[in-house]
């Protein structure tokens, strides 16, 4: 399959099978794969929080808007960007200039 009719034919899942859980080692391997893909000088500034746990599924529904998907998947992947990887690294002397 090329990359156009992939990119074409692609969907956002917005239903997910409640009873079907990942299994971590599967969800692991994706995530390990996701954070190899290349990046603006190779900061690799992305970070994967995996939120798995009912309760905790429950408390975000608020903040995602009621979204249904966010309790019925078994597991939640939060990308989070860790903005201080875009500093620029200082010796310890200039760090004290600052």
């Not at 994706?30 to 954070?35: D, M, P």
């Not at 529904?61 to 960007?81: K, R, T």
Request: zero cysteines; glycine letters at 2%; aromatic letters at 6%.
């Amino acid at each position: 399959m090329s990359v156009q009719t992939i990119l074409e034919k692609r969907r956002s899942v917005r239903h997910f099978d409640s009873s079907y859980t990942i299994r971590p080692e599967v969800l692991t391997s994706l995530i390990e794969s996701a954070s190899k893909s290349p990046n603006g000088n190779n900061i690799q500034a992305t970070r994967y929080l995996i939120i798995d746990e009912p309760d905790l599924q429950r408390a975000l529904l608020p903040i995602a808007f009621n979204q249904q998907q966010v309790i019925d998947a078994s597991a939640l992947v939060v990308m989070l960007g860790d903005y201080r990887a875009f500093e620029p690294i200082l010796h310890p002397s200039q760090e004290a200039q600052r």
